[in-house]
C-alpha cells in the first residue's frame, strides 16, 4: 500500500520508519508546518532532483526517501517544503492520521478524514479524536466511501483490542481495563513505594513517563476517551468524552493506596465500558490480580457471549510500538479497486 | 460462507450451533459414521422431504436445520444416513476440519485438508493434527489452490494467538506459555492444596478437566503440538512433534511445589518456542507473575521486535471458546472467486 502519513510525532516517525518492513511505501509525510510528496520536487536533498521520490528505470513512482525526509525533519524541523495540504493531494493508498488528539469538533483530524474517504481511500487514525468525538459521522462518510476506516492504534497502543473485538463478530459485550500507561505508573510507584502523588509525578515526568502538563493523563481524559472509542464500536453508536462518567487520579490519597494494600489490594485507574456506560476512576483491584499490571503497561478484558474473558497486555503507548497497531491496520484492508 | 463440518464432538457441534450467529450457513455435518448434506434427501425427519435443509419460496438452498441434525445425532448417535464421505463433496466453501487430533500422517485430517484444497475450497482447523505433523505440505497444497487454510482454534482455544502473530507481520520473534489447561488446573491445584499428583489428578477426572486417559495432556503431547504449530507459523518450517523438547508433570513431585513456594515461586508447564528450538517442560515462574495464571485458563506471551512483549490469556479449550476461534477463522477468509 502507498502511505501518506499526516503528523511526524512519536508513532508518525515511527510509520515512517517501518513501513518498508510490513512491504508498504511512503509517498507523502507532512505536519503543520511542511509536506514531502513523492515526486514534487521539493528538494529533498538527495540529489536526484526528484523531490525525495526514488524513480525506478521505466520512471514509475517508488515514494519518498524517508531516511533523506527523516532527516531533514531532524536538521531543520520541517519534512519538506510543500504545503502540509500537498499530503492530502497525494497519490496515496491509505492516510494515515497520526496529529494529535484533538476534542471537540476533532479538527483538522476529521477534515483529514473525510477528505481522503472522499476520495474512496483508506484511513487508518492512531489520533483518537475523529473516532471519540465524531463517530457517527467518520461511518456515515465511510458508508459512502470505497475506502475502509482502521484504528487498532487509537485503543491500548501496540495491543490488538480493536482487531479482537471485531474478529469475536458482537460476541464481546463488556471491556474493562487499564488503558492509560502514565496514570498506572503513578500508581504502581505510589503503592510500592509509599510516595505521594506529587513526588511520583515529578519522577515520572523526569522520566518521560508524563508530560510537562499531566492532565490529559491524570484526570482521566485519555483512558476515557479510548472508553468512548470503545462503546463506539462494541454498541456501534455515537458516544463522546461528554457522555462519559470520568474521575482521575489527582487528588488520590497515599492512605488510600496503604490501607488498600493492607487488605491484600491495590488502586488501578481503569476504564469500563458496560451496558451502555462508559466509567473512568480509581478502583479497588486485587494487588496480584490480572487487572494490576505495573509501570506503564496496558490491559484490556474483553467479556464475550461464548469465548469466556480474554485479557490482552501489552504496551500501552511509544513510537514503534503504537505503529505496530498502526501497520498492522494497513495490513488488514481490503485492495482499493 | 457455506460450512462443511467434519467432527461432531464438543468443537464441531459448537461450530454447528454458533455458525448463523457468525452470518454462515451450514451445508454438511459428518463424523466417522455418517453425514448430512443440504438437499441430499437423508431423511433428519424434518417432515419437509428436502434432506434436512430448509428451502427458500424459489428453492435455492439454504442450508441445513442444524437443530434437527444435532437432535438426531443426540437421539441417534448419527448426524445423517449419507456416507461420511459425501460431506467432502458438497457444496460447501469452507471445510471445517474438527475431527480429534492424530499424530504421525495425521490421517485421515491431512486427507480431509487435501481434498478441500484441490477443490479450490477454504479449509478451518480445529485439528492440529495437519498443521503440527505435514505443515509445509499443507502450505505447498494451499500454495497451488485458490483456498486458504487458517487455524487459529488449534492453539490456545479461544484466545487470539496466530490472528495476533499474523497482524503483526513478521515481527514475533518468540513464543511462550501455558497451552494446557488440564495441566495447569492440576498444577495450580497441587501448589494451592498441597496435595499430590495423584489425588489431583482424579479430582480433575471427576471434575471432567482431565480425560480418563490423561496422557496427551499430562505427558506434554498437547502443549508441544501447539508450539509445533507455533514454530511452523514463527518460521515458516516444518516441524513436527518429533522436533520438540518433551518433559510432563507426571513425575513432578509435591515437594517440588512446597519448595518452589517458599521462594515466592511456583511450577508451570510452559512451552516455548525461540531461537529455532521447540521445548515443552515444568518451569518456576514468579508466583504472582503474568505466567502464573489459575485453573484452566492458558497464557501466551509473544516477544515482537517493535510492539514489546504482550500477553494473551483466556479459555483454552471448550466447544464454544474453541468454535469462537474457528468462526473469528472464517470471517476472515477472502470470498471465493
Same mark, same amino acid.
Given at each position: 500500500?502507498?502511505?501518506?502519513?499526516?503528523?511526524v510525532?512519536?508513532?508518525?516517525?515511527?510509520v515512517?520508519?517501518?513501513a518498508?518492513?510490513?512491504?508498504?511505501?511512503?509517498?507523502a509525510?507532512a505536519?503543520?508546518?511542511?509536506a514531502?510528496?513523492?515526486?514534487?520536487?521539493?528538494g529533498?536533498g538527495?540529489?536526484?532532483?526528484?523531490?525525495g521520490?526514488?524513480?525506478?528505470?521505466?520512471?514509475?513512482d517508488?515514494?519518498?526517501d524517508?531516511?533523506?525526509?527523516l532527516?531533514?525533519?531532524? !536538521?531543520?524541523?520541517?519534512v519538506?517544503?510543500?504545503?502540509p495540504?500537498?499530503a492530502?493531494?497525494?497519490?496515496?493508498?491509505?492516510? *494515515?492520521?497520526a496529529?494529535?488528539?484533538t476534542?471537540?469538533?476533532?479538527e483538522?483530524g476529521?477534515?483529514?478524514?473525510? =477528505?481522503a474517504?472522499?476520495?474512496?481511500?483508506h484511513?487508518?487514525?492512531a489520533?483518537?479524536?475523529?473516532?471519540a468525538e465524531r463517530? !457517527?459521522e467518520?461511518?456515515? +462518510?465511510?458508508?459512502?466511501?470505497?475506502?475502509?476506516? +482502521? &484504528? !487498532?492504534?487509537?485503543?491500548?497502543? %501496540?495491543?490488538?483490542?480493536?482487531?479482537?473485538?471485531a474478529?469475536?463478530?458482537?460476541?464481546?459485550?463488556? %471491556?474493562?481495563?487499564?488503558?492509560?500507561g502514565?496514570a498506572? &505508573?503513578?500508581?504502581s510507584?505510589?503503592?510500592a513505594e509509599?510516595?505521594?502523588? !506529587?513526588? #511520583?509525578?515529578?519522577?515520572?515526568?523526569?522520566?518521560?513517563?508524563a508530560?510537562?502538563?499531566?492532565?490529559?493523563? *491524570?484526570?482521566g481524559?485519555?483512558? %476515557?476517551?479510548?472508553?468512548?472509542i470503545?462503546?463506539n464500536?462494541?454498541y456501534?453508536?455515537?458516544?463522546? +468524552?461528554?457522555?462519559?462518567? #470520568?474521575?482521575?487520579?489527582?487528588?488520590l490519597p497515599?492512605?488510600?493506596l496503604?490501607?488498600?494494600?493492607?487488605?491484600?489490594?491495590?488502586?488501578?485507574?481503569i476504564?469500563?465500558v458496560?451496558?451502555g456506560?462508559?466509567?473512568v476512576?480509581? =478502583?479497588?483491584?486485587?494487588?496480584?490480580?490480572?487487572?494490576? #499490571?505495573?509501570?506503564?503497561?496496558?490491559? *484490556?478484558?474483553?467479556?464475550?457471549?461464548?469465548?469466556?474473558?480474554l485479557?490482552i497486555?501489552?504496551?500501552?503507548?511509544?513510537?514503534?510500538?503504537?505503529?505496530?497497531?498502526?501497520l498492522?491496520?494497513?495490513g488488514? +484492508?481490503?485492495?482499493?479497486e
Open positions: 500500500m502507498r502511505l501518506a502519513v499526516l503528523g510525532g512519536a508513532v508518525g516517525t515511527s515512517v520508519e517501518l518498508g518492513e510490513y512491504g508498504h511505501e511512503v509517498v509525510v505536519d503543520s508546518t511542511g514531502a510528496v513523492a515526486g514534487d520536487g521539493d529533498d538527495d540529489g536526484d532532483g526528484d523531490g521520490a526514488s524513480v525506478d528505470d521505466d520512471g514509475a517508488r515514494g519518498l524517508v531516511a533523506a525526509v532527516e531533514r525533519k531532524e !536538521e531543520t524541523g520541517v519538506g517544503e510543500s504545503d495540504d500537498a492530502l493531494e497525494a497519490d496515496y493508498d491509505v492516510l *494515515v492520521e496529529t494529535p488528539t476534542l471537540g469538533d476533532a483538522p476529521f477534515s483529514h478524514v473525510r =477528505r474517504l472522499e476520495r474512496d481511500r484511513v487508518v487514525l489520533n483518537k479524536g475523529p473516532v463517530y !457517527e467518520v461511518r456515515s +462518510l465511510e458508508a459512502g466511501s470505497q475506502g475502509t476506516v +482502521l &484504528f !487498532e492504534a487509537t485503543v491500548g497502543g %501496540a495491543i490488538p483490542v480493536l482487531s479482537t473485538i474478529d469475536l463478530n458482537g460476541q464481546v459485550t463488556a %471491556a474493562r481495563g487499564v488503558l492509560n502514565t498506572n &505508573f503513578i500508581l510507584r505510589m503503592a509509599g510516595l505521594g502523588y !506529587e513526588h #511520583v509525578l515529578a519522577e515520572a515526568q523526569d522520566l518521560g513517563v508530560e510537562a502538563d499531566p492532565t490529559f493523563d *491524570v484526570e481524559t485519555d483512558a %476515557a476517551l479510548k472508553c468512548v470503545l462503546a464500536v462494541l456501534d453508536d455515537a458516544y463522546r +468524552l461528554a457522555d462519559a462518567e #470520568v474521575e482521575g487520579i489527582a487528588d497515599g492512605s488510600a496503604e490501607l488498600a494494600t493492607e487488605d491484600g489490594r491495590t488502586i488501578r485507574l476504564g469500563e458496560a451496558e456506560t462508559v466509567r476512576g480509581p =478502583r479497588l483491584v486485587p494487588e496480584n490480580g490480572t487487572l494490576a #499490571v505495573t509501570g506503564t503497561l496496558n490491559i *484490556v478484558q474483553l467479556e464475550t457471549t461464548h469465548a469466556g474473558r485479557n497486555s501489552g504496551r500501552g503507548a511509544g513510537g514503534p510500538e503504537t505503529a505496530s497497531a498502526v498492522a491496520d494497513v488488514r +484492508l481490503p485492495p482499493l
